[in-house]
């Protein structure tokens, strides 16, 4: 595994009956520093997956004490990831928060509780793929390594990969306990 200094943070959110009016959001996290692992979820009534997923990431930076960590984030949201990658927030604050279609930012109220922390801390973005069954053919785990090669370069090898999506996995089951506790 990567240097102890590193805290790493893998996040996932969840919505059973995303888009319908009466929903079941549930949100997971991760964080790992050194040989220590700390576990969160929550839900919500009536929310959206991307809520969720914003959510979770939320949650972990609030559970982190120290200033200035070098922290990578791991997460299957391509929105959440591609606003931080990607820098999307640097033109949507500069447009008072509206898009390059000028509409409102979706989640505004999430982003603006989560932009500070990128301020705070060194932060590194990491995108995976969802939901990966590990028990699947090794060939069927190397090209979703390919996959996450592709969307991350190549500073993770393929024990690396396999951990992270092992870790990933586990935020979709918190996720899916903040949930179950609200049936």
Request: with cysteine; aromatic share 12%.
């Amino acid at each position: 595994m990567r240097e102890d200094r590193v805290l790493r943070i893998y996040t996932d959110g969840g919505c059973a009956g995303n888009q319908s009016d009466e929903n079941l959001g549930g949100w997971g996290a991760v964080l790992e520093y050194g040989g220590a692992v700390k576990e969160l979820y929550g839900s919500e009534r009536n929310t959206t997956n991307n809520r969720m997923e914003m959510t979770a990431l939320l949650e972990a930076f609030r559970a982190i004490k120290k200033e200035n960590q070098i922290i990578e984030v791991f997460s299957d949201s391509s929105y959440l990831m591609d606003c931080f990658r990607k820098k999307w927030y640097v033109n949507w604050q500069k447009n008072g928060w509206k898009t390059s279609q000028k509409k409102p930012v979706e989640n505004q109220d999430l982003w603006m509780e989560l932009l500070p922390y990128e301020e705070r801390h060194r932060i590194s973005f990491f995108r995976v793929k969802g939901h990966v069954n590990l028990n699947d053919s090794e060939a069927a785990l190397r090209k979703l390594y390919e996959k996450f090669r592709l969307w991350n370069g190549d500073g993770f090898s393929y024990d690396e990969f396999l951990y992270i999506t092992e870790r990933n996995n586990r935020c979709d089951e918190l996720a899916n306990v903040g949930i179950d506790e609200l049936r």
